[in-house]
């Protein structure tokens, strides 16, 4: 087996389409018996793959015979760089998911006042004795029982911590999984499909035919492990 690094060819002509544009669609060089592994993302124009022992090469057309090291090197450089751009992902994704399920509606300023009114009201509940505070205000301008407030108050606050102690903690999974990640240059390939490979978070209903009939089937829902689709696993990870 030899390792191939290389670059489409213009089907009609044979040239790469590093050195002429294309006149139709390109397509894989002719090396016998080629395996195409991947595309690379640092040089999107160069393919990897495998071929037969006796499989020849034409660096003046682009399509080089590579060493194992070589081989391991950009497969390195690869999962390097998909981690590099994986990890900023992890923070904007976290980002829209705290808008979506912890702003919301409300300005900045609800959510810091929550912290002291959750205090507050927890006070109120259990009878301390407080001779004003900002739930019975706000109690006395809406017009209800503080304690109904503050029950509203309690119950909202617990459950945006446990939305935030979630968010928090499938980001920080999910950064713990890519820093960890390790690079085994004895068998890179290993290391590229064990980068790739992919984990059930949940279920999720799909509507199918069966006998010409529509059923209704708990399909799973599968990411990469080490990918970012935070939505995804927040949507399936449970309450």
């Given at each position: 087996?030899k390792?191939?690094?290389?670059t ?6 044979g040239i790469s ?5 294309p006149?139709?669609g ?8 080629l395996?195409?592994?991947f595309r690379?993302?640092?040089e999107p124009h160069?393919?990897f793959?495998?071929?037969?022992d ?16 070589e081989?391991?090197?950009y497969?390195r450089r690869?999962i ?8 900023p992902?992890l ?5 829209a998911l705290?808008?979506a399920?912890l ?11 929550g912290?002291?009114?959750?205090e507050q009201a927890?006070?109120?509940l ?10 019975k ?7 209800v029982?503080?304690?109904?407030l ?16 979630k968010?928090?903690?499938?980001r ?7 820093e960890?990640f390790?690079i ?6 290993a290391?590229?499909?064990e980068?790739h ?5 949940g279920t999720r209903e ?9 059923v ?6 599968t990411?990469r492990y ?5 939505g995804a696993?927040?949507?399936n990870?449970?309450?």
């Amino acid at each position: 087996m030899k390792y191939f690094k290389y670059t489409q060819i213009d089907p009609t002509t044979g040239i790469s389409i590093n050195r002429q544009t294309p006149k139709e669609g390109p397509r894989d060089p002719d090396i016998k018996g080629l395996q195409v592994l991947f595309r690379d993302n640092v040089e999107p124009h160069l393919y990897f793959g495998t071929a037969d022992d006796d499989a020849t090469d034409d660096p003046d057309n682009q399509c080089w015979v590579i060493t194992s090291e070589e081989f391991a090197f950009y497969v390195r450089r690869y999962i390097e760089h998909e981690i590099w751009h994986a990890k900023p992902k992890l923070y904007e994704e976290e980002n829209a998911l705290r808008r979506a399920h912890l702003v919301g509606k409300y300005d900045d300023t609800a959510t810091v006042a929550g912290v002291y009114k959750y205090e507050q009201a927890k006070a109120v509940l259990t009878g301390r004795s407080i001779s004003t505070t900002a739930v019975k205000d706000e109690a006395t301008f809406r017009g209800v029982d503080p304690a109904v407030l503050a029950q509203r108050i309690v119950e909202r606050h617990e459950e945006f911590r446990a939305k935030e102690s979630k968010i928090a903690g499938i980001r920080g999974k999910q950064l713990d999984r890519l820093e960890s990640f390790t690079i085994d240059d004895a068998d890179p390939w290993a290391s590229f499909q064990e980068f790739h490979k992919l984990e059930e978070v949940g279920t999720r209903e799909e509507q199918v035919f069966e006998n010409g009939e529509r059923v209704t089937k708990q399909v799973p829902v599968t990411v990469r492990y080490y990918g970012v689709e935070l939505g995804a696993r927040y949507q399936n990870s449970g309450s």
